[in-house]
């Protein structure tokens, strides 16, 4: 056997189109007859909108119409929260796609300008007047539910969106316990705050609408990340039934979240396409998309942890407020809940757990997913408290953890959230960092160094998450408005090409790659006689989308299982073309032959023409060669792994330098490493943005005071270490190929990771406790103040 | 991010971008295009017609001669950051060049629109100052004037230029044998810009410090001389304490407006700027920081 495809860490083959610039964005798309559309934002956190004065705007050169809220009212039903927790109260408020009488953030869509050029469209934007009568805001999350603050929305009392409630074992009387007895307990307890993040895909939010007023259908390109959700969303708020419509998402400049929310403006782009039966574009611009694009974290955290003097971790208790901004975004609700509360055990045993979850209304940016989602906010206060309590007990952290992991397990562990982990071995990918660290002398080095006055400090996380979203059936328990399977059709033409047809919707992930890794390595057919085809709804079956890490293990499983359903239907072609028992028949490396003599034998190549052209067909077998697969996975997957982070700090001038940071993880099999690597080097910076550099800031007024590159800091190359990047493989038992996620894991370890490394190297300086991102002047000031203390 | 109209128009020579200032109400000077345009897009400035100097060649170009470096306001950021010839002859100017933003702000900024624009988180405002430079500039009816950075910069975007004048070139002296200089800068993560610069310029004979010229910019609305650091330093040996003494005396230069924002407040950039000229004086002398 030649070395496997499966495993082999060829080449990214979207990367040319990519890099050469021939791919094909939204935005780069022409249509005759284009139109240009561009909206007019609310500069007010919150305010009534008494009048709008458009007349100026119409009258401008180019434009063809000008629309507000009061125009798309009634016309365009309201975009739709398609994740409602149950048991949670939510309070689903109507989100209109232009506001209608009132704004709740800077960025609210209040009226759109369509004209012959977005420049047209941009100068007679500067012509409308519209007259607010500003209300006061609420920015914070907690702030929301105090007692007088301003009130978003008059269905939900107290700010409140939601409060859902996760609870295993009896965290209450586990405390008690741990009081009652401090001779042999200890608790400590922490305020944390997720800051408010932005997704930054490189590629802003686009769309254009054409609408066939002739045969009634829409024709929407679309920035998403899950093409066939727009369409079933798109269909609800235009009423064009979904049959009518084409969602074309093909290539996507990434999204990390924010592209799985349907949005409002393109729903009015798809508006103004039908009312002037012209196509119409609308393209984000970059200033636009700090306001407009859904934000991510966002937390206010009230975290508690008993353990026992000997380090067993006993009961976790947890109160989130987490802001949902303005309005619920499509997945917002979720991220707090199914996929935050649900992972409160982390990779450990922990009999007791609770979990309050407030959503809250706030006067900012929708919030929704931002890679992670969720996960990295409950991996940080897990992490975080497991720190604290090692502290407390004068116990090595690291050790804190080995005592508290749970053993290794092949199928199936129940924790006290009610998830089922499918299979793990955190001591393993522990092991596996730690020999890489070389812990003892790193430790060592640290105690010389601070005797020089020299500060290194290092984290280590172990974490497992959730994801390969997900059993249908569980998504309809917890509310997720869509099911989580995922279909695929693999095509053989006669010639023996291939093309896979997948639902999911890869938009840097490297699926066209590994999709064929795939086919090749269960059909045997060369990997560049296959090509996969995603993104257009016309063409691909149902798919939920890519997200949640979910892509190969869902879609792939469909797209082998397809792969399998062809090799079986070869198998019995070739018996009848090769006169021969079915079961004699064997199969291997892209050859059906018969058992015992290898010659007799027919490639899948010879199977695929004669299955296209039909000439010599078995009694009752179908012509052709394809095989469609819808798959629902029996349950979630549970990657895992430990992460560490050294770095040091300057206590002069608070500097942090990210010296080395290892990463040994397990996703299962890999089927292609080179692109395993690449996805835990982006997970792994984005998580350490969000440690250093990254957050969102508004005044008190709600302004947005981060809302460009020159104040947002995204974490660039020259920032970040080499990595050192290790794997284990514990397959899933429960999907066809064993994989599990690697798209999300190294943002969910990396945050804690780090900012567990800082606050150790800052532990002799007397600093505990440190809000994130961790500038150079916070780092600074605590160090001053503790040295004041 | 989409500009309002202007009129456009290209100049083949300083006279002719002078001629069309002063034809054109509202006209303004495009170089590289990396602060206006900017301004342009977010429609905070809205010139109604923009004056293209890009490709007058007598703008741009490095030449040494006589002790004196003489860089044309058209000279990128990168061409000066490359030039061998200004690594010798002045090497700060190269250093300070290398660390402007990034390579595209590099390829397109130019020197002379960077002091014009007068942006207090610029890095050439800073080390020009420390250096002595001399700013040439030409007005209507050919007229010229020479202006060192202390009558140059006003405040934040304001210098003394006039609305009908072009920079044409920048002098600086040459570093002799026994001087060093150095630019330590607290880049912003997000923008690359500075939130404190400090640029000094020592002679040091043995290992005494004889003169020195100390700048700082970023925390302040124009670059501030930092005359008790340098009286401080002079006739002292360069050694940590000394270094260590004379920059403590940072606070005393800096009794005017300190920019601060949510990023880096006006109390810690002060505090910094210790740190920065510190971190200047240990650079340019080689004494080991710690
Ligand atoms: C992402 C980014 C990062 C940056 N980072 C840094 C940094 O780290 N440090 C730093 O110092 N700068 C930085 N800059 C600014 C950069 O250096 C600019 O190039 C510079 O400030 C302006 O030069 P320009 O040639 O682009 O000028 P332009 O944008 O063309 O012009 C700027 C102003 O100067 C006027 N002007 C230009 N040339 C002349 C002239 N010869 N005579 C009279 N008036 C003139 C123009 O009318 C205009 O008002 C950054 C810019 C960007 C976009």
Redesign the pocket.
């Known amino acids: 056997m030649t070395t496997r495809i499966f495993g082999s860490g060829i080449r990214r083959r979207e990367d040319p189109r990519l890099m050469t610039g021939q791919a094909a964005f939204t935005d780069d798309i022409k249509l005759l007859g284009l139109l240009h559309a561009a909206i007019l934002r609310s500069p007010h956190a919150h305010a009534k909108i008494n009048s709008i004065d458009t007349s100026a705007a119409r009258a401008a050169p180019g434009v063809l119409a000008v629309y507000t809220g009061a125009d798309t009212d009634g016309v365009l039903n309201p975009i739709p929260c398609a994740w409602l927790p149950p048991d949670s109260d939510i309070k689903a408020v109507p989100h209109p796609a232009l506001a209608v009488d009132t704004v709740r953030y800077v960025g609210d869509g209040v009226a759109v300008v369509v004209a012959e050029s977005r420049y047209q469209a941009e100068d007679a934007l500067e012509l409308i007047t519209v007259d607010y009568g500003v209300l006061p805001s609420v920015i914070n999350p907690k702030a929301a539910m105090d007692p007088g603050a301003p009130q978003l929305h008059e269905d939900a009392p107290n700010n409140q969106a939601f409060h859902w409630v996760v609870a295993g074992g009896d965290a209450d009387a586990a405390f008690e316990t741990a009081a009652g007895d401090p001779q042999n307990h200890v608790v400590v307890s922490e305020n944390i705050i997720q800051q408010r993040l932005i997704p930054h895909a490189v590629e802003t939010r686009s769309a254009i609408a054409n609408w066939q007023s002739a045969m009634g259908e829409l024709t929407l390109w679309s920035t998403s990340q899950n093409p066939h959700i727009v369409r079933f969303l798109c269909s609800l708020v235009t009423g064009v039934g979904e049959h009518k419509i084409r969602v074309i998402a093909t290539d996507v400049g990434g999204g990390f979240g924010s592209k799985i929310p349907m949005y409002g403006d393109e729903m009015v782009t798809a508006f103004c396409s039908m009312q002037l039966r012209r196509p119409v574009k609308w393209t984000e611009t970059r200033s636009e998309a700090y306001l407009a694009t859904t934000h991510g974290r966002d937390h206010v955290q009230h975290v508690e942890m008993a353990a026992t003097k000997d380090g067993k971790i006993t009961a976790l208790r947890v109160v989130v407020h987490a802001g949902m901004g303005a309005y619920l975004s499509t997945a917002g609700p979720g991220v707090p809940t199914i996929l935050h509360g649900l992972m409160y055990s982390g990779p450990y045993d922990i009999p007791n757990i609770k979990g309050d979850v407030y959503g809250t209304f706030t006067n900012t940016t929708p919030v929704d997913a931002c890679r992670g989602a969720g996960r990295p906010e409950a991996t940080f206060l897990l992490e975080r408290m497991i720190e604290l309590l090692a502290s407390e007990l004068d116990i090595d952290p690291v050790e804190m953890r080995r005592r508290n992991l749970i053993q290794p397990f092949e199928d199936g562990h129940d924790v006290a959230t009610g998830v089922t982990y499918d299979s793990g071995n955190y001591q393993g990918t522990l092991d596996l960092a730690m020999q890489q660290l070389d812990y003892p002398a790193l430790r060592q080095e640290q105690a010389e160094l601070r005797s020089h006055g020299q500060y290194i400090g290092v984290g280590v996380t172990t974490y497992c998450e959730i994801c390969g979203l997900g059993p249908s059936q569980v998504a309809g328990a917890v509310g997720f408005g869509g099911g989580l399977w995922e279909s695929a059709i693999v095509r053989f033409y006669a010639t023996g090409k291939v093309n896979v047809f997948i639902g999911t919707s890869p938009h840097g992930q490297g699926e066209e790659t590994t999709f064929a890794q795939i086919v090749s390595d269960e059909l045997g057919v060369p990997v560049e006689d296959i090509e996969v085809i995603h993104g257009d709804t016309d063409l691909t079956p149902m798919g939920w989308g890519t997200y949640g890490s979910r892509t190969t293990v869902v879609g792939g499983g469909a797209v082998a299982l397809s792969a399998r359903k062809i090799k079986d239907k070869g198998k019995a072609l070739a018996a009848h073309l090769l006169e021969a028992a079915e079961e004699d028949i064997e199969y291997e490396d892209g050859k059906f032959f018969v058992r015992g003599s290898p010659d007799q034998n027919k490639t899948i190549q010879d199977i695929a023409l004669m299955a296209n052209v039909a000439w010599n067909m078995p009694e009752g077998m179908e012509p052709g060669l394809e095989a469609t697969t819808f798959y629902d996975p029996p349950n979630f997957s549970y990657p895992f792994g430990a992460h560490v982070a050294v770095v040091s700090v300057d206590p002069d001038n608070g500097h942090i330098v990210l010296q080395r940071y290892i990463a040994a993880d397990d996703c299962g099999p890999q089927i292609n490493p080179v692109i395993v690597e690449g996805q835990v080097h982006g997970g792994v910076v984005h998580g350490a943005g969000q440690a250093l550099w990254e957050g969102v800031v508004y005044d008190d007024n709600g302004q947005l005071l981060t809302g460009s590159l020159l104040d947002y800091a995204v974490p660039r190359a020259h920032m970040v270490p080499d990595m050192e990047i290790l794997s284990t493989v514990t397959p899933s038992p429960h999907n066809p190929l064993g994989v599990k996620g690697i798209g999300e894991t190294g943002t969910i370890a990396s945050t804690v990771t780090i900012y567990n490394a800082v606050l150790d190297a800052l532990k002799p300086l007397g600093v505990t406790k440190l809000e994130m991102p961790l500038t150079s002047e916070r780092v600074w000031r605590a160090i001053q103040q503790a040295k004041g203390a | 991010m989409y500009a309002p109209e202007f009129e456009y128009h290209r100049a083949a020579t300083v006279a002719e971008a002078i001629q069309l200032l002063s034809s054109n109400e509202d006209a ?11 301004l342009l897009k977010l429609r905070l400035a809205r010139p109604s017609v923009l004056v293209d ?1 890009g490709r007058i060649s007598e ?1 741009k170009g490095i030449t040494i001669s006589d002790g004196t470096v003489r860089i044309g ?2 000279t990128t ?1 990168w061409e000066i950051a490359s030039s061998h010839d200004l690594e010798h002859a002045c090497g700060i100017m190269a250093e300070a060049a290398g ?4 390579t595209q ?1 590099r390829n ?3 020197i ?3 002091v ?2 007068a ?1 207090p ?4 405002p800073t080390v020009l100052t420390a250096l002595g430079a001399k700013f040439n500039i030409q007005g209507a009816g050919g007229s010229t004037r020479t202006v060192e950075p202390g009558d140059f910069f006003v405040g934040p975007l304001t210098t003394t ?1 006039g609305e009908q ?4 070139s920048i002098e600086a002296p040459t570093l002799g044998h026994h001087q060093r200089a150095e630019y330590a800068k607290m ?1 912003h993560p997000a ?4 939130v404190v610069g400090a640029a000094v310029v020592v002679t040091v004979e043995g290992d005494v410090c004889t003169a020195a010229r100390i700048a700082v910019g970023g925390l302040v609305p124009v670059p501030v001389r930092m005359t008790s650091v340098e009286t401080a330093l002079v006739g002292k040996a360069l050694n940590q304490e000394n270094i260590a003494e004379a920059a403590s005396h940072a606070s005393n230069d800096l009794q005017g407006e300190i920019l601060g924002d949510f990023f880096a407040s006006a109390e810690y950039r002060k505090a910094m700027a210790e740190v920065e000229i510190r971190h200047a004086l240990f650079h340019a002398t080689e004494v080991s920081h710690h």
Do not use: C, Q
């Open positions: 303004k000077l495009i170089a590289g295009g990396h602060s206006l345009l900017p100097i703008l306001a058209l950021h660390g402007i933003g990034d702000v397109r900024g130019t002379g629109g960077n014009v624009h942006d988180a610029s890095d050439w230029m004048e072009v920079l044409t880049a923008s690359g810009f500075a």
